[in-house]
């Protein structure tokens, strides 16, 4: 049961940034309303974050990955999240195993 | 005692409400929670990190993304910066929520501590037709952040029994929690071109130029990208 400082750093930074954002917006509230071309920038900044996280291993890791991430990402509109992940994971082992 | 009794029903009825409306989504984190500690161990952090990590940042979004790409020593600014970026739609969601809550300003500070996706949507739609009360509110953070901080805590120590999480694809299940997320923002033209643009753009940065920098610089091109594909009629 060991923390590292590094770690532990890390971490307090996380939490400070995540608290301030989680009560920025009682600060600014009544006064914030975003519209237009900011809003849409805003609106994309989950997704965009998202999609930059795991494009590395999405693209350009190996065939298996990339066809795994196809896969997921054509049943994702349909299956709940649970069973998008699973079908991801099932997925790429088979193509690991047979590509 | 019969002035108390008419609040000290309306309490329990707003905290049972809270707990049947978060219920099927702290069942659904638990297994998504198992992964996450199971993950974590993989890339060397220990149960206690883990669980500090949980109880402290307690943001499933952020928490995914800074342990997949979590190298060590691990990188502060890096790491804060990439959580900001994932983290700020709370400043929106909060601002929205506010004037909906029927909570001091002190309880406020310590409530929003808590806010998550589910039960700031969960309240967004209570708050339609009365406004959410302390009761509610407590309901659905306690069982979502013991539920949160448990599952993930279970996960790092039953993952360092399990091993090397790639032997069953378990290193992949992020990327497909991702895809199942980044699917719920909808098929718009404009989130299509966010994310193609921010696909494109973090996997020439990670190739050419390497972690953790494809992260923000896929996000703000994804975002700008977004601002331009809106375009003027937006703003009208």
Redesign the interface.
């Given at each position: 049961?060991?923390?590292?400082t590094?770690?532990?750093?890390?971490?307090?930074?996380?939490?400070?940034?995540?608290?301030a954002?989680?009560?920025?917006?009682?600060l600014?509230?009544?006064?914030?309303a975003?519209?237009?071309?900011?809003?849409?920038?805003?609106?994309?900044?989950?997704?965009?974050?998202?999609?930059?996280?795991?494009?590395?291993?999405?693209?350009?890791s190996g065939w298996p990955?990339a066809i795994?991430?196809a896969i997921?990402?054509l049943v994702?509109?349909r299956l709940?999240?649970?069973a998008?992940?699973v079908?991801?994971?099932?997925a790429?082992?088979l193509l690991?195993n047979f590509l | 005692m019969d002035q108390a009794n008419p609040h000290m029903t309306s309490y329990k009825r707003d905290a049972k409400a809270g707990l049947r409306d978060i219920a099927p989504a702290a069942i659904?984190a638990i297994?998504?929670g198992l992964?996450f500690g199971a993950v974590a161990v993989g890339k060397g952090?220990?149960?206690?990190?883990v669980a500090?990590?949980s109880a402290?940042?307690?943001?499933g979004?952020?928490?995914?993304?800074?342990i997949?790409?979590w190298v060590?020593?691990?990188?502060?600014?890096a790491?804060?910066f990439?959580?900001?970026?994932?983290?700020?739609?709370?400043?929106?969601?909060?601002?929205?929520?506010?004037?909906k809550t029927r909570l001091s300003?002190v309880e406020?500070?310590i409530a929003?501590?808590f806010?998550t996706d589910e039960s700031w949507a969960l309240s967004e739609r209570r708050a339609l037709d009365r406004p959410v009360t302390a009761a509610y509110w407590a309901a659905m953070a306690a069982v979502l952040y013991i539920n949160w901080v448990t599952s993930t805590t279970l996960g790092a120590v039953l993952g360092s029994f399990l091993g090397d999480p790639a032997r069953?694809?378990?290193d992949?299940?992020?990327?497909?929690?991702?895809?199942?997320?980044?699917?719920?923002?909808g098929?718009s033209r404009?989130?299509l071109v966010?994310?193609a643009v921010?696909?494109?753009?973090?996997?020439l940065v990670?190739?050419f130029i390497g972690?953790p920098w494809?992260?923000?610089?896929?996000?703000?091109?994804?975002?700008?990208?977004?601002?331009i594909?809106?375009?003027?009629e937006?703003?009208?």
């Amino acid at each position: 049961m060991s923390i590292d400082t590094t770690t532990l750093l890390a971490i307090l930074a996380m939490a400070l940034v995540t608290y301030a954002t989680r009560v920025a917006g009682l600060l600014v509230a009544d006064r914030l309303a975003l519209t237009g071309r900011a809003k849409a920038a805003f609106d994309a900044i989950p997704p965009a974050v998202l999609v930059a996280v795991i494009a590395p291993t999405a693209l350009t890791s190996g065939w298996p990955e990339a066809i795994a991430a196809a896969i997921t990402a054509l049943v994702a509109f349909r299956l709940p999240l649970l069973a998008t992940v699973v079908v991801g994971v099932v997925a790429v082992v088979l193509l690991r195993n047979f590509l | 005692m019969d002035q108390a009794n008419p609040h000290m029903t309306s309490y329990k009825r707003d905290a049972k409400a809270g707990l049947r409306d978060i219920a099927p989504a702290a069942i659904a984190a638990i297994p998504i929670g198992l992964l996450f500690g199971a993950v974590a161990v993989g890339k060397g952090l220990s149960p206690a990190e883990v669980a500090l990590m949980s109880a402290l940042v307690f943001a499933g979004g952020a928490q995914f993304a800074a342990i997949e790409t979590w190298v060590s020593p691990a990188p502060v600014l890096a790491l804060a910066f990439g959580t900001f970026l994932i983290n700020v739609r709370h400043v929106l969601m909060g601002a929205s929520l506010s004037p909906k809550t029927r909570l001091s300003r002190v309880e406020k500070f310590i409530a929003f501590f808590f806010m998550t996706d589910e039960s700031w949507a969960l309240s967004e739609r209570r708050a339609l037709d009365r406004p959410v009360t302390a009761a509610y509110w407590a309901a659905m953070a306690a069982v979502l952040y013991i539920n949160w901080v448990t599952s993930t805590t279970l996960g790092a120590v039953l993952g360092s029994f399990l091993g090397d999480p790639a032997r069953f694809g378990a290193d992949f299940a992020f990327t497909a929690l991702f895809i199942g997320l980044v699917a719920g923002f909808g098929r718009s033209r404009v989130t299509l071109v966010t994310v193609a643009v921010s696909a494109v753009v973090a996997a020439l940065v990670h190739y050419f130029i390497g972690a953790p920098w494809h992260v923000a610089s896929g996000a703000l091109a994804g975002i700008a990208a977004a601002y331009i594909t809106a375009g003027k009629e937006a703003d009208a």
